[in-house]
């Protein structure tokens, strides 16, 4: 009964290879989120989706993009990963701007290694 | 702009009590979130406050004062199993620019002790 599934858990890429991190959720929610947390440091946002509006927030790269076809899938793209981009991402999504009384729902997030 | 202001770590004994405290300074404020982490994992929700007063879920409890931009998560009955990190996480604005967007803490790494 997963919710939201990020895939891979774990991925390895190469300094300056592209490298896509993919995010599906079953719960119908229209807003999805990545963040990017680093070793010890609070999860950053990096953008976000209402439905098929697109916000960057002012301090994300132009390194990272997203996509989101559809309501269920959201695509985190690195277009050149160096190594400070090794980190945790996370995904996360949520319903509207109604009551979060339960939360954002997170992903399990995806350890991503650059070498 | 937005700044969380949370311990970076506390140690404990098993079976003890640990408040943690969290301030914040943010451009609106729709409520407050406590998330456990445990490395390498995602965040869990533990708890979400709006209006002051006190939340109370099992052995966690959570504290809000909007007046004074201050809350704290209480754990009690401290298990081996609460070692993580916690992390306190605000709302601030809500429209459609905006979404749901969540500013977190740094978050504070409790060490529970036999």
């Known amino acids: 009964d997963a919710m939201v599934i990020q895939n891979p858990r774990y991925q390895v890429t190469q300094f300056g290879k592209p490298v896509t991190l993919s995010c599906s959720q079953t719960l119908n929610h229209n807003v999805m989120y990545w963040y990017q947390q680093k070793s010890s440091q609070a999860p950053k946002l990096l953008f976000h989706?209402?439905?098929?509006?697109?916000?960057n927030e002012a301090d994300t790269p132009d390194n990272f993009q997203s996509r989101r076809p559809n309501t269920s899938f959201c695509f985190l793209d690195i277009r050149s990963p160096g190594l400070g981009d090794a980190a945790m991402y996370l995904c996360?999504?949520?319903?509207?701007?109604?009551?979060?009384?339960?939360?954002?729902?997170f992903g399990s997030g995806t350890r991503l290694t650059v070498v | 702009g937005q700044n969380i202001d949370q311990p970076t770590e506390m140690t404990a004994t098993e079976g003890a009590i640990v408040q943690i405290n969290c301030t914040y300074q943010t451009s609106g404020f729709n409520g407050l979130f406590w998330y456990q982490q445990h490395a390498g994992e995602a965040p869990t929700f533990l708890s979400y406050?709006?209006?002051?007063g006190l939340e109370e879920k099992g052995r966690f409890s959570s504290f809000l004062s909007r007046s004074k931009g201050y809350s704290y998560l209480l754990l009690k009955e401290l298990q081996m199993k609460d070692s993580a990190s916690y992390l306190c996480a605000v709302e601030g604005q809500r429209n459609k620019a905006a979404g749901n967007k969540l500013t977190f803490g740094g978050g504070t790494r409790v060490l529970v002790k036999p």
């Open positions: 989706y209402y439905d098929k509006d697109f916000n």
């Open positions: 996360a999504t949520s319903r509207d701007q109604g009551s979060l009384t339960y939360g954002y729902t």
């Open positions: 406050n709006v209006l002051d």
